[in-house]
């Protein structure tokens, strides 16, 4: 027989099932599951990126040789690579080079000693070397440092005719002294000057990273030196190439070494790409080097101010 007490001790136990369900219902269970929710909505979002990211690289990757339609045949590109370069990237461009129907001439390798800012007295003194023994008219007598060894490091490598052409006595001697001063590193053989010349950059131009202020204040002072060195170098570089190309990594192109190029006036005077870890920013570089021939610039990727990728 049910008594009045049963009734009582079953409605207790009913109502402290009920409070109990809504302390952690509202407690930490609550956030638990509003947590976890978040983070399934933050998965999803992540795969959605990474699919849109896979689908602009698959379809690079397809239309790649359709786009170059073999437009870079008869026109070699030389490689400039500089410190900190991913090597991977390097070796997608170069087949993407030859998937436009090109080829690359050689690999030049520009040395630590050639951007650090301590140095420039042996580059000075190197330039004006090589000024006098290849005698009037080989370089521009009244040009900065570091532009008139870009300009002896344009006759070592390249050309401003349409196709490749031997290296002859003048690149040969530049050569043989940049490499004995330990400037750049060249390759073996004697291989042609080619009428496009890619430069490869790493993220930074090899300035040591510090989280010391003193010292993160005078890393800063040293990157802008080196951006300034490679900006002379490349000025001298445009005046006797065909075409020259920039490439470096997304967040290179972002805040690093890239970005840094991009704000110095030799910028106009060459074609810049960012994104060059991915197959979409290799087909882009391969698209401005094809672009280079007609004498156009500009620049592109993610943060090019010309568009994403040079179509025209």
């Not at 978040?38 to 795969?47: H, L, V, Y």
């Amino acid at each position: 027989m049910i008594t009045y007490r049963h009734h009582i001790v079953s409605l207790v136990a009913v109502f402290l099932a009920l409070a109990v369900g809504i302390v952690l219902g509202g407690g930490p269970l609550s956030e638990l599951g509003r947590h976890e929710a978040a983070t399934a909505r933050a998965a999803e979002r992540t795969d959605q990126a990474r699919a849109v990211a896979s689908f602009g690289d698959d379809f690079a990757a397809a239309t790649a040789e359709k786009l170059y339609a073999g437009k870079l045949a008869e026109h070699p590109v030389a490689i400039l690579a500089a410190p900190g370069v991913d090597e991977q990237a390097v070796a997608a461009l170069s087949d993407q080079v030859a998937l436009a129907g090109g080829s690359v001439t050689a690999r030049y390798d520009l040395a630590e000693a050639l951007l650090d800012p301590s140095e420039k007295s042996l580059v000075d003194t190197l330039g004006s070397q090589l000024m006098t023994r290849l005698g009037e008219g080989a370089v521009d007598a009244d040009a900065p440092t570091y532009t008139r060894l870009g300009e002896l490091l344009s006759l070592a490598v390249a050309t401003d005719e349409e196709t490749s052409v031997p290296a002859g006595a003048w690149s040969t001697s530049v050569r043989e002294s940049l490499s004995a001063a330990d400037l750049v590193v060249m390759p073996k053989g004697d291989p042609g000057r080619a009428p496009l010349v890619l430069v490869v950059l790493g993220d930074d131009l090899g300035a040591s990273a510090t989280e010391d202020a003193a010292d993160a204040t005078e890393a800063a002072a040293d990157e802008r030196a080196r951006t300034a060195i490679l900006s002379g170098l490349l000025s001298g570089l445009t005046e006797k190439a065909a075409g020259v190309v920039v490439a470096g990594s997304t967040d290179g192109g972002s805040d690093g070494s890239l970005a840094a190029l991009r704000r110095e006036a030799v910028a106009a005077e060459l074609t810049t790409v960012d994104g060059v870890e991915s197959p979409l920013g290799q087909v882009t570089t391969t698209l401005a080097l094809v672009r280079a021939l007609s004498g156009q610039r500009g620049a592109f990727g993610a943060s090019g101010a010309d568009g994403a990728v040079p179509l025209t």
